[in-house]
């Protein structure tokens, strides 16, 4: 899996559309958050229900089994490439807590749906606190780790949905930029 202009999952008119709409970030004036989702919206057409927005990104159901995160900012596409970076290469151990990257294109990523909501209770608390430990214990600041963006896997286990503001270090970074020789 590796950032492509392809997709087994999107049609090539959602990838257009995609791509139009990512090349118009780069101009775009700064909008308020409820502004910007408007405007994504309006612009990416794209024929799935949007089931979410952060300040960040824009979320669509697509066929009740995945989830496709559009970029709406610059720091979308930055949240967009760390999800996919931490699922990538961390531990296989902390990969079982992480929503599964499906595709990744440039301002977008496509994610497992997770629905079930993680209850709120002494038992889970404890298991998010576990959870929290084991990224901090592996070098993953696991920022934003509150209950609206975990889940429980099929299995029971406790998922993170959005961690696209977590933090690793960037050895495993595969963005780089190429230096000019």
Request: net charge positive; charged share 35%; proline share 3%.
């Amino acid at each position: 899996m590796s950032l492509s202009n392809k997709s087994n999952i999107l049609s090539n008119d959602d990838l257009k559309r995609i791509n139009s709409w990512i090349n118009k970030l780069k101009e775009m004036k700064p909008l308020d958050k409820k502004q910007r989702v408007k405007k994504a919206k309006s612009k990416l057409k794209l024929n799935y229900k949007k089931i979410g927005a952060g300040c960040n990104r824009i979320v669509y159901d697509i066929n009740h089994r995945y989830v496709l995160k559009v970029a709406i900012t610059k720091r979308g596409i930055k949240n967009n490439e760390i999800e996919f970076n931490i699922y990538k290469h961390c531990p296989d151990q902390l990969r079982e807590h992480l929503c599964p990257v499906k595709e990744i294109g440039y301002g977008w990523i496509i994610m497992d749906k997770m629905s079930k909501k993680v209850p709120k209770s002494s038992y889970y608390n404890r298991k998010r606190t576990e959870m929290f430990n084991e990224f901090k214990n592996n070098g993953i600041e696991a920022k934003d780790l509150q209950w609206s963006n975990l889940a429980l896997s099929k299995s029971g286990k406790i998922t993170v949905f959005d961690y696209g503001n977590f933090n690793m270090p960037s050895k495993n970074i595969i963005y780089k930029k190429k230096r000019k020789k």
